[in-house]
């Protein structure tokens, strides 16, 4: 059976998890824990020289990046995968390509920095965030939102039509992550509200409730990684990512 290391904490794992399940594709889960340090593990080095999740073993086969694993799973087991996941129309396809090829410098990497400097930075660094940090983050956040909206989105159900593709269940873990700080990114924006609520729908409520279960507790994360041996390591990471 086809292994899934995941921590559920992460965006791209809960993508690749709500897939599978929502697919109804076998897999066994594998738990590596990021804030116990489980990916410093000799053991998971040798599976993941990045020493990141999600990964996917097939056998002796290895994928370590979350859009190449979505598009295996979902390619190997294209008989039973309903096409509107990743259409087979030429144009349809490109549009999810299209939006998972900006996704990542754009809603993917603000969003991850808000998430960081609201969640995590404080504990890690042993300060606060300056304001004036914060505030440039949440608005270039702000920006890819609207972008989202008004280029992706425009008046349809879907990012891709009338249907959820891997480009919405993307968009929308990331979008999770930040709101689980506290920060109601969908105040406002009733097109996204509305677009939030039918991917949930499409998907299963109680599957997208599973999957965000962990994350939505992460004001708990800082308790947990307060005595991880490996925090020290991450500091020179956020000097770098937020100097």
């Not at 914060?134 to 972008?147: E, F, H, I, R």
């Not at 992550?177 to 406002?188: I, M, N, R, S, Y």
């Amino acid at each position: 059976m086809m292994e899934l290391y995941l921590d559920l904490h992460s965006q791209p794992c809960r993508s690749v998890f709500l897939f599978a399940k929502a697919v109804g594709i076998p897999f066994e889960f594998k738990l590596v824990e990021l804030s116990a340090g489980h990916q410093y593990s000799e053991e998971f080095g040798k599976i993941n020289i990045m020493r990141k999740v999600p990964v996917m073993k097939d056998g002796s086969f290895v994928l370590t990046e979350s859009v190449a694993i979505l598009k295996y799973m979902l390619q190997k087991h294209s008989s039973s995968v309903a096409d509107h996941w990743y259409p087979a129309d030429l144009q349809q396809r490109a549009c999810v390509n299209e939006y998972l090829s900006w996704q990542h410098m754009n809603l993917r990497a603000q969003g991850s920095k808000v998430f960081l400097l609201r969640a995590l930075f404080p504990v890690i660094m042993g300060s606060e965030v300056p304001k004036e940090k914060m505030d440039a983050a949440v608005q270039d956040l702000n920006q890819s939102l609207q972008m989202l909206e008004d280029k992706f989105l425009q008046n349809k159900p879907f990012i891709v039509g009338d249907k959820i593709s891997l480009a919405d269940l993307v968009a929308i873990v990331e979008i999770m992550q930040p709101v689980a700080t506290g920060l109601d990114l969908f105040e406002g924006r009733p097109k996204l509200t509305t677009w939030r609520e039918r991917v949930k729908k499409a998907i299963g409520e109680k599957l997208f409730a599973e999957a965000h279960e962990v994350i939505m507790k992460v004001g708990s994360l800082p308790q947990k990684m307060e005595n991880n041996s490996n925090l020290e390591l991450l500091k020179p990471k956020f000097q770098k990512l937020f100097s």
